[in-house]
């Protein structure tokens, strides 16, 4: 199209700035391909490492395997961007614009589904791990300690025993004097005395023959929770290291077990339980009826005591067994894929820069879309004419002169063809026939 009206000072200058973004693209398109290109490749060498930390097997097979994959991932988002770079910047309508964002938006999901994360997984699945490692030996500590905690708690239920097995010693003692029954001597009140304080010495006994094996059960925990905190941070393979974190989880978990069944607060409820409900009543020694009913009375008193402690004694180890337990910690070994995912918060910058490194050329799709939508405004309002470049006027000139070069030979090559053609005709026409002579007859056989 071209006007005969001159450009308007806006006009001229609108397409001066649309033929200067022209030159920058022209000049930006001559490396555009190979950034695409080195940043495909990146993501495919990452993607290569993360599938590589997945396989279990190291053969041939496997490595076959993760390379195809990668190959797959950088030609996938090279096509994919490319496509893109081409394409978006050059549709005009609203509705092409929409599909071919919702097309970018589904493509950037599926890049980030079959390349991001293992690129994620390349860059930080060593810390990802340590990270698990990390945090599984916080939750065995926090098992061991509540589990000594708790421990030490039915421990403390051998000052309870002693404090009950003293009151009844002192009463036995009252009783040999003749505080109580108001007989002197060891009697039988005193002997249902004596006979539940060795009960409760007993008991006593039994806690205190615990404490040590408590204390050494925690003292082995910790020193397997120390070796599990230094794998954790050692150099070296993470792989090899998580099996030996393994082997010490497992001994951790059998001493938190151990310490759970050195717990004597079951064994305390029971014996407070027993210690009214099994009482050997002696024979009543008094030597007159009134001596008889006076003991009589003094063993029901003591036998209420008896009742009153035991209770107060079960209360207490019920309390320690209410005590909620820690919940069980189980170690599962992780793949670096899987760790990055499940801790994934703690490793953002990884993540940002595996997404980024996908997801870039996407800034470069806009950028170029921003740059047409300026070159067509400032062409807007212009004459084709108006809009050419010297280089395209030669050109424009030079196609000119050769059709009208071609067009002023065409009646000369005509009038060639012409009469090459009645030449060929009278050549045919004078060219005599020529016939072939008869073939002589063959004889007769009969003859």
């Known amino acids: 199209m071209t006007s005969d009206r001159p450009l308007t000072d806006a006009q001229a200058r609108g397409v001066r700035h649309a033929r200067e973004l022209e030159t920058h693209l022209t000049w930006l398109d001559t ?225 938190i077990a151990q310490l759970r069944q050195l717990s004597v607060a079951p064994l305390v409820e029971r014996a407070a339980q027993d210690l009214a409900a099994s009482v050997v009543l002696p024979e009543l020694d008094g030597s007159t009826s009134q001596i008889r009913t006076d003991q009589a009375s003094t063993i029901t008193s003591v036998l209420d005591v008896l009742a009153q402690r035991a209770a107060t004694l079960e209360r207490a180890a019920a309390a320690v067994i209410a005590q909620t337990p820690p919940p069980d910690v189980t170690y599962t070994p992780i793949s670096s894929a899987d760790a990055v995912i499940l801790y994934a918060r703690n490793f953002i910058p990884s993540w940002a820069g595996a997404i980024a490194i996908d997801l870039l050329p996407a800034v470069l799709v806009f950028i170029l879309a921003i740059t047409h939508a300026a070159i067509r405004q400032g062409r807007e309002g212009a004459a084709v004419d108006d809009t050419m470049t010297l280089a395209e006027l030669r050109t424009a000139l030079g196609a000119i002169r050769d059709v009208e070069l071609a067009m002023n030979n065409m009646p000369d090559t005509l009038d060639k063809e012409l009469r090459d053609k009645e030449a060929r005709e009278k050549a045919a026409q004078d060219t005599p026939v020529r016939t072939l002579p008869a073939s002589p007859a063959k004889p007769d056989s009969a003859a």
Do not use: C
């Open 31 to 255: 490396f555009s391909g190979t950034a695409l290109g080195v940043l495909s490749v990146a993501s495919g060498i990452y993607t290569y490492l993360g599938v590589s930390s997945l396989l279990d097997d190291t053969g041939a097979m496997s490595v076959f395997a993760a390379i195809a994959y990668s190959v797959a991932v950088s030609v996938g988002i090279f096509v994919f961007w490319s496509y893109m770079m081409r394409l978006f910047p050059a549709v005009r309508s609203a509705q092409s614009r929409i599909g071919l964002m919702l097309a970018m938006a589904l493509g950037s999901l599926a890049i980030v589904a079959m390349s991001s994360w293992l690129n994620a997984a390349a860059l930080a699945g060593s810390a990802a791990v340590e990270q698990h490692l990390a945090t599984t030996v916080q939750d065995y500590q926090t098992a061991l300690e509540e589990t000594h905690e708790i421990a030490l708690s039915a421990q403390g239920l051998e000052r309870d025993v002693a404090r009950v097995r003293q009151s009844f010693e002192d009463l036995s003692e009252q009783e040999a004097a003749g505080a109580l029954s108001g007989l002197a001597g060891r009697g039988a009140v005193f002997r249902v005395l004596r006979q539940k304080s060795a009960e409760l010495a007993g008991l006593e006994a039994q806690i205190a023959t615990q404490t040590p094996l408590v204390s050494a059960a925690f003292a082995e925990g910790n020193a397997i929770l120390s070796r599990m905190r230094a794998l954790t941070v050692e150099a070296g393979p993470v792989e090899a290291r998580s099996v030996e974190f393994s082997e010490a989880t497992v001994r951790l978990a059998g001493l």
